[in-house]
C-alpha cells in the first residue's frame, strides 16, 4: 500500500538524523552534509504530505482493518504536515524578518556607524556578529576591538561576511521551516544545533582562506569564551561546545573527494529513492 511505503520512508528519513549527529565526520564536508540534512528533512515531509492523496487517489473497496488504520494515519500526517507547513512557513519568516529589523533599527541607533554596514556597539563584552536580509549589518562590540589583535579582528570580519554574502540565514530559515513541520515526537533538535553548527563551519572555512587557521582559532576562542555570558547574538545557535568543535576542524585533514561524493549520492538518494519505490509499487 502506497500509503504504509510512504509513512515508512518518512520515519526512516526522520530517524535518520539521530544517527547522523554521532559522526563528527561528516563535519569536515559541511556544505555536502548540508545538502544531506537538507534532502532528509525535505523528503521526509514530501513523503507525510503525499502520503494520504496517494493513497485516496488509489482507493480499494474494501480495504481491510490494518489498510483503513494506515489511511487513518496517513490522512491525519498529511494535514499536520501541510498545517504546520504554512503556519509555521509563514510565522517563522515573518517573526524571523521583524526581530532582524528591530536588531537593525537597535543597533543603527546605539552603534557608531563604521562604514555603510558596520556597526560598532559601546560594550563591554566581545562580541561579534552579523545581521542579514536587506540592510544587513555586521556588528562588533567596542571590548572586541580593544581586545582582539589585528588578525583576529581580521578574522572574525571574514568570518561574519561570508554568513552574510553566502547568504546563510537562508539555509537556517529554510530548515527551520521543514524542522518545526514534522511533529516532535518524531523530530530531535540536535538536528537544528547541527545545521547551526554546519553553516559555522562553512564560514569557518571562509575565513580560513583569507586569514589562516591560527588567527582564527584564536579568535573563537576569545569570543567563545564571551559568547556564554551575552545574548547579544541573534539567531539559532550552534549549541555549548561548537566553539571546541570548529577548533577541532580547522585543524583536521580535508575529506577525500569520494568521502564527499558519498554524501551527495545519499543525497540524491534521499530524494529520489521514495518516489521510485512508489512507482514501483504503482504498477
Known amino acids: 500500500m502506497i500509503a504504509a511505503l510512504l509513512l515508512l520512508c518518512a520515519a526512516a528519513l526522520l530517524a535518520a538524523p539521530h544517527v547522523l549527529v554521532r559522526i563528527e565526520r561528516l563535519r569536515r564536508s559541511p556544505?555536502?552534509?548540508?545538502?544531506?540534512?537538507?534532502?532528509?528533512?525535505?523528503?521526509?515531509?514530501?513523503?507525510?504530505l503525499t502520503a494520504a492523496p496517494l493513497a485516496w487517489l488509489r482507493p480499494r473497496p474494501v480495504p481491510s482493518a490494518p489498510e483503513a488504520l494506515v489511511l487513518v494515519l496517513a490522512t491525519i500526517a498529511s494535514i499536520g504536515v501541510l498545517?504546520?507547513?504554512?503556519?509555521?512557513?509563514?510565522?517563522?519568516?515573518?517573526?524571523?524578518?521583524?526581530?532582524?529589523?528591530?536588531?537593525?533599527?537597535?543597533?543603527?541607533?546605539?552603534?557608531?556607524h563604521e562604514g555603510a554596514h558596520t556597526r560598532v556597539l559601546p560594550s563591554e563584552r566581545l562580541s561579534a556578529y552579523c545581521v542579514p536580509g536587506a540592510g544587513?549589518?555586521?556588528?562588533?562590540?567596542?571590548?572586541?576591538?580593544?581586545?582582539?589583535?589585528?588578525?583576529?579582528?581580521?578574522?572574525?570580519?571574514?568570518h561574519e561576511e561570508a554568513h552574510l554574502r553566502e547568504r546563510h540565514d537562508l539555509v537556517l530559515e529554510f530548515f527551520t521551516v521543514l524542522h518545526t513541520a514534522t511533529p516532535r515526537l518524531l523530530r530531535t533538535d540536535a538536528a537544528l544545533r547541527e545545521v547551526a553548527l554546519?553553516?559555522?563551519?562553512?564560514?569557518?572555512?571562509?575565513?580560513?582562506?583569507?586569514v589562516g587557521e591560527v588567527a582564527l582559532g584564536r579568535a573563537i576562542v576569545s569570543l567563545s569564551e564571551a559568547a556564554?555570558?551575552?545574548d547579544l547574538t541573534p539567531g539559532v545557535s550552534a549549541g555549548a561546545g561548537a566553539a571546541a568543535t570548529r577548533i577541532r576542524l580547522l585543524v583536521a585533514d580535508d575529506p577525500a573527494p569520494w568521502q564527499t561524493l558519498v554524501l551527495y549520492v545519499v543525497c540524491a538518494a534521499a530524494?529520489?529513492?521514495?518516489?521510485?519505490?512508489?512507482?514501483?509499487v504503482a504498477r
Do not use: Y
Not at 556588528?139 to 571574514?158: G, R, S
Open 228 to 230: 556564554a555570558q551575552t
Open 198 to 210: 554546519l553553516v559555522e563551519v562553512l564560514a569557518d572555512r571562509a575565513a580560513r582562506e583569507d
Open 136 to 158: 544587513s549589518r555586521l556588528v562588533i562590540t567596542e571590548a572586541a576591538l580593544a581586545a582582539l589583535p589585528d588578525d583576529q579582528l581580521a578574522a572574525v570580519v571574514a
Open 83 to 112: 498545517v504546520r507547513l504554512l503556519v509555521n512557513g509563514h510565522s517563522v519568516g515573518r517573526r524571523i524578518r521583524a526581530a532582524r529589523d528591530e536588531h537593525r533599527q537597535l543597533v543603527d541607533l546605539v552603534g557608531r
Open 271 to 280: 530524494l529520489v529513492v521514495p518516489p521510485a519505490l512508489v512507482a514501483v
Open 31 to 48: 556544505r555536502a552534509a548540508l545538502f544531506v540534512w537538507q534532502a532528509l528533512s525535505l523528503s521526509a515531509v514530501l513523503c507525510l
